[in-house]
Every structure is written in structure tokens, then in C-alpha cells.
């Protein structure tokens, strides 16, 4: 019973509504509206975030361990553990792959729940047979854990929640709510507990905003949380920027504030482009506020609402779902043929016989030699009869019929996140589709494995769908180029002259001559440095196309000169009226430090209402720190006047004093944390701790929005960049590229899928309920395990999680004490050594002393 969530008087979680006749599509067209209600709730200056605050408790859990790195004070343990189970699973391995790219020298581990239960909540440990994993392989003391799962019910994930706080009270966890049972697990963290504390102090639960989906194939669930972990990577990224002091404290970050600024941009375009894939060109109604003021945008998602990418990915989940339902169709065809026939005593091959006998002889009877090669002909159109049925409506429907008549299969080839939820999404869709019209899924990486392992299935009428990366950036161009060949060498293999049907999805409009379909992403974003290039290229009289391959690009890029980039500046940024105090040190470029008046006049905001709206939510003197996109107003997090973020009262300065930050949330939730101890004040008091007296001033911290010809412009201005030449700038846009493939195009072509393939399953679905009067019916949104949540089903037993909790607690307890007297130790040896040199060196220098006077006394 304690185990039950009430969804009565909560206001957090909705009370689940009636079933809804596709729950599949009812989440589908959420996509957009949950996800900005995500950006929203990241960047609205007016929303208490605790998904901000519990992004700063990840950031400054993190920056110690950086810290640590950067002394030679690690011991070694892992610096971040994710975890969860199918699809949560996948998400995270992409945040994991993107969070390394941004900190190269961090320890990032991502593992499935179940190896770590098997393996560490075992008695006996179950082995990992062909994993790098073992009981003995990781140490996790410390260990910043972050566990997805969007129920909060998965068994394995759950059990792993609570085994892993034998070994580290910094454990968070995705989920759709606040009140779901693993975020009431981190809550009750008994390692947290401090009575000086408020309830905020410190936050461990990132919320997705999904509530309750009863939909089995997983589509919203697994954007949203994408989209969440996008916002913490961006969060994390900036503040590191922001408070650190160099790259060395930043385990190797090569990012800077601007380039940061430039990905919160393209995420926030986004979603202009998420909603044309998912409602069409219907007048948006998304609260992006900040995207951007760009003449060029604005053009850009106006036409959007003219794409056509919505249609041609219903029209593609059409025909395949034609493929998929010509079984069915065919065999009734041949049904109405049978019993035509049989009933009427005649064939129609027989009637043609006897209308030739009756304009002959007279007569309508066949002779009987003429009357016997007829009944052998009508005998192989019996035989055959499916056969010939599924050519003629295949010759009707104007698809290929060569195609092998028997059941299809879909393999589906992007990154792995991708392609395995995706994968995931059909298959469930398909789970109660009658046997005579489903499919067989697989999935595959068109860069790694899907040549090697699929390429021998490929047979006449195979469907392929895979994902190609956006060739057009120059970090990209070569992933598309492996990955259109290995479409290319797939469809290659063919039989009578037909092979597989292929099509691909991507953003680059270049069209592939083996695919049967092409289907372009419009992009609603700034240019990177390759685009802009190749722009200025085809501009000064040079042969590029729109659609071009990704390798013609590349030798149009390898071949750029110099003087293309001439004049290319980035634009100068008006100063703000009032001048302002100086700012801390090791601001890095981009953030400017201004007063609360000046950045109330810029923003439109008399300064009066300004300080009056602080002075309820503010004490008097809090800074505020906004992270604003680099194209638009607005803001990465929010409370300043302008859409900025309610930061911590002189956070920069506090790191300038040496002292720890305060959290970003400090003027929403009532807590401090200041060298390790921790202090209470209510929301909306004036009085502050005496020790932050000199961190907190009247300036605000802002950076300012920007308007750039193209991606990366502010690198022609920058002292150490501008030397780089043209072809250096491009290459260091890798890694921003990289993140954005990562997080932000790779979500846009799954929800592309999505889509396609929603639209294929209800094509199905339909017309076995229309065809059959309802007595064939079925609901793609459900299965036979009838498990939207795996709270029971799981390969591993957690009988012995308490247990083995309560002994690696005890484990990690003797070894941090073992670790903090061996620590002690060596200090004490370390002075009296140093105790014993200086004595040493106090007597070498009076023995030197009385040397000297002896000789000057001879």
C-alpha cells in the first residue's frame, strides 16, 4: 500500500482521462506542445523550475569532481553513472555520447539496470558474460547516478535506485512528474537529510511534463526526455563556461559560452520544424518566445507553414501501409473469385471459350479437346489465384510487382537511439496486427553494422527506411556519405532487376538515384561556416547546386580560398545606456555585466516596474543571470527582465571570492549553500547570511542577443581564432555540429519517423475495423503483455536489494574512512617533513651565519 500513487487531490499529476481512440496519434501531436512546455519551463523567467534547480545541484556535483581531475585528487570512481532499461535506455547512451563531447575527460558510464542489479543486488552475482562489466570493474562511490525512466515503475531501474545508495547520495532521476515512486526514492535520500534545510535546498528530479500515457509504442515519452537531457546538457555547458576559469577546469571542454548560445538557438528552432512534421502548416502556437528576431529566420519558418514534409511522410506511410495490406486485400479478392465462379457454374476463361464455340459452330458448348486445355487453365488460376490477385492490384495501385508475394520486413538504419526506438515504436504498433498483415522490424546503424548483419535478408520487396545525417555541415558531410553508400550498396543487390524499396530521411535535398523515395527535413535554422561558404561560392560564380552530395561538398570546401571569408565580421553589439561595475575577472566573451536599469531600458521595462516586480521576488542587491540564445531574445534560463534567468546573487562573484555558488533558483526556493554548510531564509525575506554581504551587488549579468550572418561569425573576431584560416574555423565547428546532430537533428528525423510509420500502423489498423464491420478490430496503442510499465517483468530478482544496499553503504563508509585517514595521514607526515626541512634549513643557515662572522673576525 505504501507503494501506491494516489492521483486523487494531486494536483501535479492529472487524473488519466478516457480512453482515447488513438492514444498513439494523441501523443504524437503532443510532441510539440510538451516539448516547448519543456524549453518553457527551462527558459521562462516566471516559472520556479526545479528542473533548473536540480540542474544546478547536477552542475555543481559535477564541477567538484572536475575540480578534483584538475588537483590529481580523483580517486578514480566513476564521474557519472546512467542507467535505465529499452528505450529510457537508449536515450541516455546518446546524452552520455554528447556529454562526453562536450567533457572529453570526464568518466561517463552508461549501463542497463539490469546488469547492475545482476552484478551488484545479487548474493551471487549473475554473470556478465561478453560485457566490460563486473562487480569489481567500477567503483561508484560518489557517483553522480542518473536514472531514466519515464513511469518511475520500472522494476530494474527502480531496484537499481535504490542499490546504488550504498554508494552515492547523488542520485537523480527523468521521469514524466515530480511524484512518481523512483523520484519519491531520490527525495527521501536519508543522506540528504539536514533539518537546517529547506525542502529546495537541494533538488535531484528532472520532469519530462508527460503525466500519463497509456500508449505501449513509446514516441512523446522518448522525445521529451531527449528534449529534457538537451536542456540539462546545455545547462551544464554554459555554467561551466560561466563560472570556470580555463578548459583544464573543465575536464577539456572546447566549447565556448558563444557556441553554447549558438545550440540553444538551433534548439529552440527546432520545434518550428518539429510542428510542420506534426500538424502541418497550421499558424504555430508556440510559446518561443527568444528564438530569434533574424529577417532570415522569420522567412525560413514562414515557409514551413508551406512544406509539404507532413504530406509526403503521410503519403510514404500510405504506400507502405499498401505493401503491408495487400495480403488481406488479396485473399479476399480471391475469395469474391471462388465463389463467383463456383456459384455461376463458369470462369471467366470458360465463358470466352464458349463465346467463341457459340460464333463458330452455333452452338455454346466447348468441344471436348478445347473444353479440356480450358479446364486446365482455369485449374492454374486456381492454383495461383493469390498470386495473380496481389500482381493485378499491385498493376492498379501503380507499385512494383515483381515484389516477392509474402510478408514484409522493415529494417530501419540511423544512429542507435534512433533506429532502435524507432524499431521499438513498429514493432508495438504491429504486437495485435493479425498474422496476414504485419511486419518483421529490425534496426541497424547504416555506419557500423547494417551492411554486415542485414545485407544477405535484402530480398525483392524489402522496406528500408534509414536516417541520413545532415551532409551540408562539414563535421557531417562524410557520415552521410557512408551512409547513402550503404543504401546504395543494399539496394544494389536485386533479383529479375527489382531490389529493396528504400527511402531516406534527412535534411540535406540531394536524392539518392537507388532510393524510391527522398523525403527532406526543412530546416528553419542559422547557417553553419560550410553552408555559408558554399553560399559565397555558388555567389561568386562557382557551380553549387542546392542538392548536392555531401562529397561534392567536400571538394567544393577542400578548395575554398581565403578570400570568400573577407568582411565576413561579426555585427557590433550596441552598448547598453548605463555604464555598469566592472565584472569579475574570468567573464568569458559574449557576457556582459550590466546594471538592473540599464537592462530594464533595454528591454523595454521602465526601471521602476523593474525594481518593484524584484522587490517581491528579489531581495534587495540579488543579481540575475541570463543565458540568452545568440540570434534572439530571451533567454537559456530565465528571471531577468528581458526572459533572462533568476540566478544566484553574485554567483561569478562568489567563485571570483573563492567561495562556492549559490543556486541558480536561489530568489524561487528558500536555500543557500556556502562551503559545504547551509542556510535558511523564506521566499521574499530582504535579509541575507552575513557571509554573502560582499558577493551580492545591484548588476546584472547578461549576454547579449546577437544577429550573425551565419553560425560561428563571432570566430573572425575572436584574438585566439582569428588567425585560424577558413578551413580551421569550419573544423572547429565539429564538435558544436556533432551536439547538434546529436541532440537536435537526430530528434527531428525521429519524430519524422514517428510520424510515418504512426500513419502506416493506422492505416493497417483501420481497415480491419472498416472492412470487417468491427468484428476484426484491434488497438495498435496496446500488446499482449499489456506492459506500458515493466514494474514486475524483469529477468533480474531484486529480493536482495535492501540487503546489498545496507552492505556496499557500509563498504563505501570503511572506505571513505579508510581514504580520509590515509588523506589525514599523509598531511600530518607532509608538515612534519616540511617542519623538519625548515628546521634544517634554519640550522644550515645560522651554521652559514657563524661561518661568515668567523671569517670576517680571521
Known amino acids: 500500500r505504501r507503494r501506491i500513487v494516489r492521483f486523487r487531490h494531486m494536483p501535479a499529476t492529472p487524473i488519466p482521462s478516457k480512453p482515447l481512440p488513438d492514444a498513439v496519434g494523441a501523443d504524437i501531436a503532443d510532441i510539440p506542445r510538451v516539448l516547448s512546455q519543456i524549453q518553457t519551463d527551462w527558459n521562462d523567467p516566471r516559472s520556479a523550475s526545479n528542473n533548473r534547480h536540480s540542474a544546478y545541484t547536477f552542475f555543481n556535483l559535477l564541477r567538484v569532481r572536475m575540480l578534483k581531475h584538475e588537483a590529481g585528487a580523483h580517486d578514480g570512481s566513476v564521474d557519472v553513472l546512467l542507467t535505465g532499461c529499452e528505450v529510457s535506455l ?37 554473470p556478465a558474460t561478453g560485457f566490460q562489466f563486473n562487480e569489481h570493474s567500477h567503483r561508484f562511490t560518489n557517483t553522480i547516478g542518473l536514472f531514466v525512466s519515464h513511469s518511475g515503475g520500472t522494476f530494474a531501474t527502480l531496484a537499481a535506485c535504490n542499490l546504488l545508495k550504498g554508494f552515492s547520495p547523488h542520485l537523480f532521476v527523468v521521469t514524466s512528474d515530480d511524484d512518481t515512486q523512483i523520484a519519491r526514492t531520490v527525495k527521501h535520500n536519508p543522506a540528504d537529510i539536514d533539518s537546517s534545510m529547506s525542502i529546495f535546498a537541494r533538488s535531484y528530479v528532472f520532469s519530462t511534463f508527460c503525466g500519463y500515457r497509456p500508449a505501449e509504442p513509446v514516441s512523446l515519452t522518448a522525445a521529451a526526455t531527449h ?31 558563444q557556441e553554447v548560445q549558438e545550440l540553444e538557438g538551433l534548439n529552440r528552432g527546432s520545434l518550428h520544424v518539429l510542428e510542420a512534421m506534426v500538424i502541418g502548416g497550421r499558424p504555430t502556437q508556440l510559446q518561443t518566445s527568444g528564438v530569434g528576431e533574424d529577417s532570415k529566420l522569420d522567412e525560413a519558418r514562414e515557409k514551413l507553414r508551406h512544406s509539404r514534409i507532413r504530406a509526403d511522410l503521410l503519403a510514404q506511410g500510405r504506400r507502405w501501409s499498401q505493401h503491408i495490406l495487400e495480403g488481406p486485400i488479396a485473399w479476399l479478392m480471391s475469395a469474391v473469385y471462388i465463389i463467383a465462379t463456383v456459384t455461376a457454374g463458369h470462369t471467366p476463361l470458360s465463358l470466352a471459350a464458349g463465346a467463341v464455340s457459340l460464333a463458330v459452330t452455333g452452338e455454346f458448348s466447348t468441344p471436348s479437346p478445347g473444353r479440356y486445355a480450358v479446364g486446365l487453365a482455369d485449374a492454374f488460376i486456381y492454383v495461383f489465384l493469390p498470386w495473380w490477385t496481389t500482381v493485378l492490384l499491385r498493376l492498379v495501385q501503380r507499385r512494383p510487382w515483381l515484389h516477392r508475394v509474402a510478408g514484409r520486413s522493415i529494417l530501419i538504419g540511423d544512429i ?61 558531410a562524410s557520415a552521410e556519405s557512408a551512409v547513402c553508400l550503404s543504401v546504395n550498396q543494399a539496394s544494389s543487390i536485386q533479383h529479375f532487376g527489382v531490389t529493396c524499396e528504400s527511402f531516406t530521411l534527412g535534411h540535406n535535398p540531394y536524392s539518392l538515384n537507388s532510393t524510391q523515395a527522398d523525403l527532406h527535413i526543412p530546416t528553419a535554422r542559422l547557417q553553419f561556416i560550410s553552408e555559408f561558404a558554399i553560399d559565397a561560392f555558388a555567389k561568386a560564380g562557382g557551380r553549387a547546386e542546392p542538392g548536392m552530395s555531401s562529397s561534392a561538398m567536400i571538394g567544393i570546401l577542400s578548395s575554398l580560398e581565403g578570400k570568400l571569408f573577407d568582411g565576413i565580421r561579426r555585427p557590433a553589439v550596441q552598448p547598453l545606456p548605463t555604464a555598469a561595475p566592472s565584472p569579475p575577472g574570468h567573464l568569458k566573451p559574449g557576457v556582459h555585466w550590466t546594471s538592473a536599469s540599464s537592462l530594464a531600458s533595454a528591454s523595454g521595462v521602465h526601471p521602476s516596474a523593474s525594481h518593484k516586480s524584484s522587490s517581491t521576488s528579489h531581495p534587495e542587491g540579488s543579481a540575475k543571470f541570463s543565458i540568452g540564445a545568440e540570434w534572439g531574445g530571451g533567454s537559456l534560463h530565465g528571471g531577468t527582465a528581458d526572459g533572462g534567468f533568476s540566478s544566484s546573487p553574485g554567483s561569478l562573484s562568489a567563485l571570483h571570492h573563492g567561495v562556492a555558488p549559490l543556486s541558480m533558483s536561489l530568489s524561487r526556493h528558500g536555500a543557500l549553500s556556502l562551503n559545504g554548510s547551509r542556510h535558511r531564509r523564506d521566499v521574499g525575506s530582504a535579509s541575507w547570511p552575513d557571509e554573502w554581504s560582499d558577493v551580492i551587488s545591484e548588476a546584472s549579468i547578461v549576454i547579449q542577443p546577437s544577429s550573425e550572418p551565419f553560425v560561428g561569425v563571432w570566430m573572425a573576431d575572436d584574438k585566439q581564432l582569428s588567425k585560424l584560416t577558413a578551413e580551421q574555423l569550419m573544423l572547429r565547428q565539429s564538435a558544436l555540429q556533432n551536439l547538434y546532430e546529436g541532440r537536435i537533428a537526430s530528434l527531428e528525423r525521429f519524430v519524422g519517423f514517428v510520424v510515418l510509420f504512426h500513419e502506416m500502423a493506422k492505416r ?95
Open 90 to 126: 537508449w536515450v541516455a547512451e546518446q546524452f552520455a555520447s554528447d556529454l562526453l563531447v562536450a567533457f572529453p575527460k570526464l568518466s561517463i558510464v552508461c549501463l542497463s539496470a539490469n546488469k547492475l542489479l545482476a552484478q551488484l543486488g545479487q548474493g551471487f552475482p549473475i
Open 227 to 257: 528534449q529534457t537531457l538537451t536542456q540539462l546538457l546545455l545547462y551544464t555547458m554554459f555554467a561551466m563556461r560561466a563560472f570556470g576559469e580555463s578548459a583544464h577546469t573543465n575536464c577539456g571542454a572546447i566549447l565556448t559560452a
Open 416 to 476: 542507435p537511439w534512433v533506429a532502435q526506438s524507432v524499431e521499438a515504436f513498429v514493432s508495438k504498433c504491429f504486437a495485435l496486427s493479425f498474422s496476414i498483415a504485419t511486419v518483421s522490424v529490425a534496426s541497424a546503424n547504416p555506419i557500423d553494422h547494417l551492411l554486415h548483419r542485414h545485407t544477405h535478408r535484402v530480398v525483392r520487396g524489402s522496406l528500408l527506411a534509414v536516417g541520413r545525417p545532415d551532409g551540408r555541415l562539414n563535421a557531417l
Open 764 to 858: 493497417v489498423q483501420d481497415w480491419w475495423s472498416f472492412w470487417s464491420l468491427g468484428m476484426f478490430t484491434y488497438d495498435m496503442s496496446r500488446s499482449h503483455s499489456i506492459m506500458r510499465i515493466a514494474s514486475t517483468a524483469s529477468p533480474i530478482s531484486g529480493a536482495e536489494v535492501r540487503l546489498k544496499m545496507i552492505e556496499h553503504a557500509a563498504t563505501t563508509a570503511r572506505g571513505q574512512a579508510v581514504d580520509l585517514i590515509q588523506s589525514f595521514w599523509r598531511l600530518k607526515r607532509a608538515a612534519r617533513q616540511m617542519a623538519a626541512n625548515a628546521e634544517l634549513h634554519r640550522l644550515a643557515r645560522a651554521a652559514a651565519v657563524r661561518s661568515l662572522f668567523r671569517s670576517a673576525h680571521v
